[in-house]
């Protein structure tokens, strides 16, 4: 349980159910996520949900990894991070659309109008053809892309986080694709990530 705080006066009442397995030659981690207004007033809670998983490249960066975002837009940014509008990838150097080899580029954006069947799915292919993807359901509209360049050194891109987001950042301020949840209304989002070596 969540409780009500400075800043944050809401109760919320939040749930995550993981699941490991194996299917085939794959092997998967799924995510279940619930959040719940379990507040006894009628006050509405606002709520966004994210998480953070990092892909590692054990001994590798990620410049030689191949990358496919199904993807139409990406949020611009300002240099704190702050959204400030959208573009279209296509033409640009954000385009992952299709698979392609991420090099040089310095990755540190929010990706919407995602498409897929009831979700979306962010692939990365390793040069010795192993194949690990993430998948969200259609609550987590954004997804955002990191290469770790600004982690301390001995990190820095050894790994890209694709950040499954029921909202884009800053939204606790913009309300932009917020969630409000009335007294007792329960807030649902499936995530996961498979590997295939």
């Known amino acids: 349980d969540l409780p009500a705080q400075p800043g944050f006066p809401f109760v919320l009442a939040l749930r995550l159910v993981y699941r490991v397995g194996e299917d085939g030659d794959s092997s ?17 809670v606002p709520f966004g949900a994210g998480f953070h998983p990092y892909l590692a ?3 590798g960066v990620v410049d030689t990894a191949l990358l496919e975002v199904p993807a139409e837009t990406v949020l611009v940014s300002d240099e704190r991070g702050l959204p400030r509008g959208r573009r279209r990838v296509e033409g640009t150097d954000l385009d992952f659309r299709r698979e392609r080899e991420i090099g040089g580029l310095r990755l540190d954006h929010c990706f919407t109008d995602l498409s897929g069947d ?8 390793i040069r ?5 993807e993430i998948w969200a359901d259609s609550s ?5 892309c990191f290469t770790g ?5 001995h990190e820095r891109r050894r790994s890209i986080a694709v950040e499954p987001m029921s909202c884009p950042p800053n ?21 996961g990530i498979s590997w295939r070596p």
Request: aromatic fraction near 10%.
């Open 28 to 44: 998967f981690l799924s995510v279940e996520a619930t959040a719940t207004n379990a507040g006894s007033d009628e006050g509405a």
């Open 171 to 191: 939204a606790l301020r913009s309300g932009e694709s917020l969630a409000v949840l009335r007294a007792g209304e329960t807030w649902r989002g499936r995530w």
């Open 128 to 132: 010795d053809g192993s194949l690990t």
């Open 140 to 144: 987590f509209p954004y997804v955002m």
């Open 57 to 59: 490249l054990f001994g």
């Open 149 to 153: 360049d600004t982690l301390a050194p």
């Open 118 to 125: 009831g979700g979306w799915r962010v692939s990365l292919r």
